[in-house]
């Protein structure tokens, strides 16, 4: 992938590119993208950006009555769509028409802020997130009017009434036998393939999760926030491309069934020194886990801050049927060491790794905006870090089990159980967010936020159907 504007322009003319897609991410994290000629490219194009947006349709984005605005491609990112011919895409920042500088509601433009905020406080960060996702042959929705109920039927290759050969999984015991049983690693593998041919990742692993049916993994190499934000759209973009392909769905929503695993985004992070020389997380003396201080101190601003980063890292309303005992997600504010019931997990896999030392954040769910998802993780570290906020003794038990007495002794706390809920703590606990998150952004965030949860609390669900009938 091209480095720097020159080579981009040199990509597009040794592939032949004739069209170029320019991609954004909209509020709420769903990437966004319109299409223009290659020969519209020249040395000015990365600078001066392309007048091709109208924000006034994009969620979250501008106002009908000033809706022009400037996409500028960042040359980094620019690659070729395989499964296209002759055409490349390329991530772009925002910039409002008219000369006025950049939006301040782009996902980007604050995963921006967050990494000058870190540096001129003398840090960087490293992230690294655990995709997980459902692919399913087929999903039928019967939504489309308001009328018309609430009902879908979900048809997974790998279910139990489908042909597969006489092969099915048992019970959430998806991970990891190898196929026929799983039947997904095709799909799997061409995406990761993509990834790293084209895409520029360097892949860790991809495995089936513990879902019954249709659940996968994909883990790629830690990087910078803004970096590995981009990387979590392209991801997400070229699984549902490749699933696509073979007429299948890919979702990143985190519950799609009731009484199965979920999907959560494991954020694992790392503050280092700004020359990135030393890992601040790591001290080879601490007997427990060989987490310092400073790893600590950013365990508790995270904890701290646990209950309002949810309005954030898990923002959907579905989130929160994820986020219940039983499905190791996480429940309730505590961290250990490898206990998967704490929502933050100091991973000890290796002893006396400076580089390996993080912590793995499992509320997270890939329904997230990443851009907003990173930056709000880090701000709620630094503050700890800053504020020097004891994260408590870490909880070795299964925390699911502990009577309501015992949680409350060891300052345990629960997370929120609705957007909503999550939405108020977001209202009340924000300034630790503010240095990077403007006052617009927030808003609009709620805003859009509150809706999502207004409207679907006004469906009647099918289950309550079920359920109330006979009343
Ligand atoms: N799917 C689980 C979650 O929702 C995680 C399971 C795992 O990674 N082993 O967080
Ligand atoms: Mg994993
Ligand atoms: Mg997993
Ligand atoms: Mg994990």
């Known amino acids: 992938m091209p480095s720097n504007a020159e080579e981009a322009l040199k990509f597009l003319k040794d592939n032949k590119i004739e069209w170029v897609d320019l991609?954004?991410?909209?509020?709420?994290?769903?990437?966004?993208?319109?299409?223009?000629?290659?020969?519209?490219f020249d040395e000015n194009s990365f600078?001066?950006?392309?007048?091709?947006l109208d924000g006034s349709s994009i969620r979250g984005f501008t106002m009908i009555y000033e809706s022009d605005m400037i996409l500028q491609p960042i040359p980094q990112t620019m690659s070729i769509i395989p499964w296209m011919n002759g055409v490349a895409r390329v991530l772009t920042k925002v910039y409002w028409g008219g000369g006025k500088?950049?939006?301040?509601?782009?996902?980007?433009?604050?995963?921006?802020?967050?990494?000058?905020?870190?540096?001129?406080?003398?840090?960087?960060s490293?992230?690294?997130?655990?995709?997980?996702?459902?692919?399913?042959?087929?999903v039928d929705l019967d939504v489309a009017l308001p009328q018309s109920g609430t009902g879908y039927k979900i048809y997974a290759r790998e279910s139990p009434w489908h042909d597969n050969g006489g092969f099915m999984i048992r019970y959430k015991e998806g991970y990891y036998p190898a196929p026929p049983i799983d039947q997904l690693m095709d799909i799997r593998v061409e995406a990761v393939d993509t990834l790293t041919k084209y895409f520029g990742f360097i892949i860790e692993a991809t495995h089936h999760e513990v879902a019954t049916a249709g659940q996968g993994e994909i883990d790629f190499r830690f990087s910078t926030l803004a970096d590995t934000a981009d990387k979590v759209q392209t991801l997400k973009y070229v699984l549902k491309n490749v699933a696509a392909k073979h007429?299948?769905?890919?979702?990143?929503?985190?519950?799609?069934?009731?009484?199965?695993n979920g999907t959560g985004m494991h954020?694992?992070?790392?503050?280092?020194?700004?020359?990135t020389k030393k890992n601040l997380m790591y001290d080879p003396n601490d007997e427990y886990a060989e987490i310092s201080q400073t790893g600590r101190y950013a365990i508790g601003g995270i904890l701290t801050h646990a209950r309002a980063l949810s309005a954030i890292v898990s923002p959907t309303v579905n989130s929160y049927r994820r986020l219940v005992p039983g499905f190791e997600a996480p429940v309730y504010t505590a961290w250990s060491k490898s206990n998967r019931s704490a929502i933050i997990r100091v991973p000890s896999y290796y002893r006396g790794m400076e580089k390996a030392k993080r912590i793995e954040y499992r509320a997270p769910d890939p329904s997230t905006n990443p851009y907003l998802a990173f930056s709000a993780?880090?701000?709620?570290a630094l503050d700890g870090v800053n504020k020097?906020?004891?994260p408590g003794d870490p909880v070795d038990e299964n925390i699911y089990h502990l009577t309501p007495d015992k949680r409350k002794e060891l300052g345990i706390r629960e997370l929120p159980r609705s957007l909503d809920e999550a939405l108020d703590e977001l209202e009340s606990d924000n300034e630790f967010l503010k240095p990077v998150f403007n006052s617009s952004m927030l808003n609009v965030y709620v805003d859009l936020k509150r809706d999502e949860a207004k409207t679907l609390q006004m469906y009647p669900h099918p289950m309550e159907l079920y359920y109330y009938m006979d009343s």
């Not at 604050?110 to 000058?116: G, L």
């Open 23 to 40: 991609q954004f991410t909209d509020l709420p994290g769903r990437l966004q993208h319109v299409t223009i000629p290659a020969s519209d």
């Open 126 to 138: 490293f992230f690294g997130p655990e995709l997980e996702f459902f692919i399913f042959d087929r």
């Open 47 to 52: 600078k001066e950006g392309f007048g091709k």
């Open 377 to 380: 993780i880090l701000m709620a």
């Open 247 to 260: 007429n299948m769905v890919a979702t990143f929503m985190p519950k799609p069934m009731y009484g199965d």
């Open 388 to 390: 020097k906020i004891d």
């Open 267 to 275: 954020t694992h992070f790392s503050l280092w020194t700004k020359d």
């Open 101 to 124: 500088g950049r939006f301040e509601r782009d996902p980007r433009f604050i995963a921006e802020e967050a990494e000058r905020t870190q540096e001129e406080q003398g840090y960087t």
